[in-house]
């Protein structure tokens, strides 16, 4: 296991993205399902309301820090993050090594017909991974059993789940002990990335750390979401004060 940050609360592997797809692949060679997830300063800041998603979200395998401000918040409290690890990026160099390992996959998530579309797109650039069945990601509980059925009819080695934070993560956590997968990941909205119904932030503004703003600018519903990233900086400042405050005590 890698060493961990603790950001507020939630234990940061302190992984580049190149030791992040290695943890990843030898997953695949394990017995047991592994779980990925992608905190961002928003889930860390759901977290401190959800003491429920906290302890979900430190139980998994390896946590990457997709964000900027994650990063940030590292460097204020003298933790020093290797680097940001976006959980997209991370699913296309998966995606980029089945031209050496073919791997399998099943997609959960998205609305009606968006992950068919995601497994066709996916295939057309990705023609050794092995999309071997999906579902959309609006099912009652009652339709659970049957979803894990079908995933495990499928002998899907890597499951991704797209519910949105932090619904995929307790999904994830409720049901990986009956799943047959060796890996499986929270992947939020990549799969409408993949499927072509949301784009990604241009790459000027993911190297600024302006991806929030894009999502703004794109989604301007989502801007009591992002009221979370002023707090999630305040609560690194005070931190950062109180860390003073104790070391000239």
Not at 82 to 108: Q, W
Not at 186 to 207: C, H, N, Q, W, Y
């Amino acid at each position: 296991m890698t060493e961990t940050v603790d950001i507020h609360g939630v234990n940061i592997n302190n992984v580049t993205m190149e030791e992040a797809l290695e943890f990843a692949l030898n997953l695949l060679e394990g017995d047991r399902p592994g779980r990925i997830y992608t905190p961002n300063s928003e889930i860390i800041m759901q977290a401190q309301r959800d003491e429920n998603l906290m302890e979900i979200l430190n139980d998994a395998d390896l946590l990457i820090p997709d964000g900027a401000g994650v990063v940030l918040a590292s460097r204020i409290l003298n933790k020093n993050l290797k680097e940001k690890v976006s959980g997209i990026d991370l699913v296309k160099r998966i995606f980029e090594n089945t031209k050496k390992r073919p791997a399998s996959f099943f997609i959960l998530g998205g609305k009606p017909g968006v992950a068919e579309k995601a497994a066709i797109n996916i295939y057309s650039e990705y023609p050794r991974a092995k999309i071997v069945g999906y579902h959309h990601g609006y099912f009652s509980e009652d339709q659970v059993p049957g979803i894990i059925e079908q995933i495990n009819k499928s002998k899907a080695e890597i499951l991704l789940v797209g519910l949105g934070a932090p619904k995929q993560e307790k999904w994830i956590h409720s049901h990986y002990q009956q799943l047959g997968c060796k890996l499986i990941m929270g992947v939020g909205g990549t799969i409408d990335v993949f499927a072509g119904t949301a784009s990604l932030a241009p790459e000027f503004m993911r190297k600024a750390g302006l991806e929030w703003l894009y999502r703004l600018i794109k989604q301007p519903s989502r801007y009591k979401r992002m009221l979370d990233l002023p707090r999630f900086m305040i609560l690194t400042l005070k931190t950062k004060f109180r860390q003073i405050r104790q070391s000239n005590a």
